[in-house]
């Protein structure tokens, strides 16, 4: 049956059953915390056909040189400055750059109906959203790359699929905590000599606008669980991408807004809000009345600012932190530098969850073949680096490009400096590698450094950029106090331990739990240590500078609406 040939109830009925069975898989993966995902992150051929990726490469250079046409409100005129980190060419793309005001009254006016539309439907439609994203992963995975310089097969994967489950997942809390709230009840109790008898009504009301401010490494990731649970808790969603990677969430509001449109609905639940380095528009949202709940993803200063100044709205936040790495001992020294080269590898360390400083106590890594001193343990990181990087193929699938020139003058600086601190020894010099498919790319690899303990400024500031900091601790207890200082101090997203000491494990994990920092332990082989599985790892705890918020927990979505009651005497039979 055509779409249109059903009337807008049967339509949205329908839907609901279409993505019935998916919303309860992931109902189930996040009550079980199990490995479960409605999509392949693999890009292989195999899967998809050869014809899909030849489609999303046209559809990219389709929109090169061209204005990004989304018919939304207040439009005042066209912007656009990406340039790709692989070509270190301008995209051309231009996108509508509108009036703040009309795009929040046109999301106070979808609001108007969209609050009334049943909450299964609404998820639903989200889901829908989700599968409409995910058959044009192609062509994000190219838009990805060429905004934020994730490499091909990390864009299709971690902005791809493992970025829509983080979406789903928030879906499914959104699903959890609405079906929580009965609709209606008849109550009764005596009271006295009266037997009383009330109706009982509860009405789920959304908060307000939901402003979704997004980071320009990894754009999707974040916007898709906020963008989703506005939208089915009955909020509108205004997108406000980084100026620097506006490219896939534009698609996202093409796609979304194409779904609405197709099912009867008002396509301004969800805007475009582009703006430029120039002239940032964030602040006129966050100051309208009508705007109550605000996700951002980006710079911890920013962060820190809107944490300090919001009052009386929702935030919600990620920003970033220091990820350390603890290693006390190990069965397979090899095993342990090679885990921990790759992640810090990995996009070229511009991830949340990318380690940057090691901790080494004195005696040295305790290994089978006997001590491993800190120097040692850094030149063995420099052999594992200098493996990727020295095989183009292999570093262009896992460092990718750097997205911006603020990242060389990070290297660039350190290069200058860390020599004339006492004690410091760079072991590995960062330097770039040959694209073997982008001779032009920006990239480099990473600057691996000796750093004594006494030298905090150095080693205990997150650096986005490729650089490794090993420091010499006086014992591997100290090391745990010394991470963990620095995770509460400065936040972080992923902490790492390796140990085949099970005492030192047991009373190290409470000092880690206190500091709200996710801890791995003892990761090697093929999954990267920094990999995080939606439905089962919690993203960010809230417990520490890197963030407010968890992707995804109940938190995330629950106070998104809130529950409004009516109730009268009940007429008795």
Same mark, same amino acid.
């Given at each position: 049956?055509?779409?249109h040939?059903?009337?807008?109830a049967?339509?949205?009925d329908?839907l609901i059953?279409t993505?019935?069975?998916?919303l309860?898989? /992931?109902?189930?993966?996040?009550e079980?915390? =199990?490995s479960?995902s @409605?999509?392949?992150?693999?890009? $292989?051929t195999?899967?998809?056909?050869?014809?899909?990726?030849?489609?999303?490469?046209? *559809?990219?250079?389709a929109?090169?040189g061209?204005?990004?046409?989304l018919q939304q409100p207040? =439009?005042?005129?066209w912007?656009?400055?990406? #340039?790709?980190p692989f070509t270190r060419r301008?995209?051309?793309?231009?996108?509508?750059?509108?009036r703040?005001d009309?795009?929040?009254?046109?999301?106070?006016g979808? %609001?108007? #109906?969209?609050?009334h539309v049943?909450?299964?439907?609404? +998820?639903a439609?989200?889901l829908? %959203?989700a599968?409409r994203l995910?058959d044009?992963?192609f062509e %994000?995975?190219?838009?990805v790359?060429?905004v934020?310089?994730q490499?091909?097969?990390?864009?299709?994967?971690?902005?791809?699929p493992?970025?829509?489950d983080r979406g789903i997942?928030a879906l499914a809390?959104?699903a959890?905590?609405?079906?929580?709230?009965?609709?209606?009840?008849?109550?009764q109790r @005596?009271f006295?000599r009266?037997d009383v008898?009330?109706e009982?009504?509860?009405?789920l009301?959304?908060?307000g606008?939901g402003?979704v !401010?997004?980071c320009?490494?990894f754009?999707t990731?974040?916007a898709y669980p906020? +963008?989703f649970a506005?939208?089915?808790?009955g909020?509108?969603? !205004?997108?406000?991408?980084h100026?620097i990677?506006?490219?896939p969430?534009?698609?996202?509001?093409?796609?979304?807004?194409?779904v609405?449109t197709?099912y009867?609905?008002d396509p301004?639940?969800?805007t475009l809000a582009?703006?430029?380095?120039?002239a940032p528009?964030a602040?006129?949202f966050?100051?309208d009345? &009508?705007?109550?709940i605000?996700?951002?993803?980006?710079? @911890?200063?920013?962060?820190?600012?809107?944490?300090?100044?919001i009052?009386?709205?929702?935030?919600?936040?990620?920003?970033?932190g220091?990820?350390?790495v603890?290693?006390q001992?190990?069965?397979d020294?090899t095993?342990?530098v090679?885990a921990? /080269?790759?992640?810090?590898s990995?996009?070229? *360390?511009?991830?949340?969850?990318s380690?940057? #400083?090691?901790?080494i106590p004195?005696?040295?890594?305790r290994?089978?073949?006997?001590?491993?001193k800190?120097?040692?343990?850094a030149?063995?990181?420099a052999v594992?680096i200098?493996?990727?990087a020295n095989d183009?193929?292999?570093?262009?699938? !896992?460092?990718? &490009?750097?997205q911006?020139?603020?990242s060389?003058?990070?290297?660039? #600086?350190?290069?200058?400096?860390? @020599?004339?601190?006492p004690?410091?020894?760079? +072991?590995r010099?960062?330097r770039?590698?040959?694209h073997p498919?982008?001779?032009?790319?920006?990239t480099m690899? &990473?600057l691996v450094?000796v750093?004594?303990a006494?030298l905090?400024?150095?080693?205990?500031?997150?650096q986005?950029?490729p650089?490794?900091?090993?420091v010499?601790t006086?014992?591997?207890?100290e090391?745990v106090r %010394? &991470?963990?200082?620095?995770a509460?101090?400065?936040?972080?997203?992923?902490?790492?331990?390796?140990s085949t000491d099970?005492?030192?494990v047991?009373r190290?994990?409470d000092?880690y739990?206190?500091?709200?920092a996710?801890l791995?332990?003892?990761l090697?082989?093929a999954m990267? =240590?920094?990999?995080?599985?939606?439905?089962s790892d919690?993203?960010?705890?809230?417990?520490n500078p890197?963030?407010?918020a968890?992707?995804?927990d109940?938190?995330?979505v629950? $106070?998104?609406f809130?529950?409004?009651?009516?109730?009268w005497?009940a007429?008795?039979a």
């Open positions: 049956m055509a779409l040939s059903q009337n807008p049967d339509r949205l329908t059953a993505h019935a069975g998916t309860a898989d /992931a109902i189930r993966a996040v079980t915390r =199990i479960w @409605p999509f392949s992150d693999s890009p $292989s195999k899967i998809h056909g050869a014809e899909k990726p030849v489609a999303g490469k046209a *559809a990219l250079a929109r090169l061209r204005p990004f046409d207040g =439009i005042i005129d912007v656009g400055a990406e #340039t790709s301008p995209l051309g793309i231009t996108y509508p750059r509108s703040p009309a795009l929040i009254a046109a999301a106070q979808a %609001m108007a #109906t969209w609050r049943d909450p299964e439907a609404r +998820i439609l989200c829908e %959203m599968r995910y044009r992963n %994000m995975a190219h838009a790359m060429h934020a310089g490499s091909y097969v990390q864009a299709f994967s971690g902005s791809g493992n970025a829509l997942e809390y959104a959890k905590a609405m079906r929580d709230v009965t609709p209606r009840v008849q109550w @005596p006295g009266d008898r009330l009982k009504r509860y009405t009301v959304p908060r606008i402003l !401010i997004c320009a490494s754009p990731w974040n906020a +963008i506005n939208l089915a808790t909020n509108a969603a !205004i997108v406000k991408p100026p990677a506006i490219l969430m534009a698609i996202v509001v093409e796609v979304a807004r194409q609405l197709d009867g609905l301004n639940l969800v582009v703006d430029t380095p120039e528009v602040q006129s966050i100051d009345p &009508a705007v109550q605000i996700d951002f993803t980006g710079s @911890p200063r920013y962060g820190a600012v809107l944490e300090r100044t009052v009386g709205k929702l935030l919600f936040t990620e920003t970033a220091l990820n350390s603890v290693v001992s190990t069965d020294a095993a342990t090679r921990i /080269a790759r992640s810090a990995l996009f070229s *360390a511009q991830m949340c969850t380690p940057q #400083t090691i901790f004195a005696d040295g890594v290994t089978p073949a006997g001590p491993m800190a120097v040692d343990f030149r063995a990181l594992e200098d493996a990727i183009p193929a292999t570093a262009a699938g !896992i460092m990718g &490009a750097i911006g020139e603020v060389l003058k990070v290297i660039e #600086t350190l290069r200058q400096t860390l @020599p004339q601190q004690g410091v020894s760079i +072991i010099d960062a770039p590698y040959t498919d982008h001779p032009d790319a920006r690899t &990473a450094a750093v004594p006494g905090s400024h150095i080693y205990a500031e997150e986005f950029a650089v490794l900091f090993i010499e006086p014992d591997a207890d090391a %010394m &991470a963990t200082g620095l509460k101090e400065k936040g972080t997203i992923s902490a790492y331990l390796y099970a005492a030192f047991d190290s994990v000092a739990a206190a500091a709200g996710n791995s332990i003892n090697h082989g990267w =240590i920094n990999f995080a599985a939606a439905y919690y993203h960010v705890t809230g417990l890197a963030g407010n968890c992707l995804t109940l938190a995330f629950a $106070s998104r809130r529950i409004v009651q009516r109730r005497p007429v008795v």
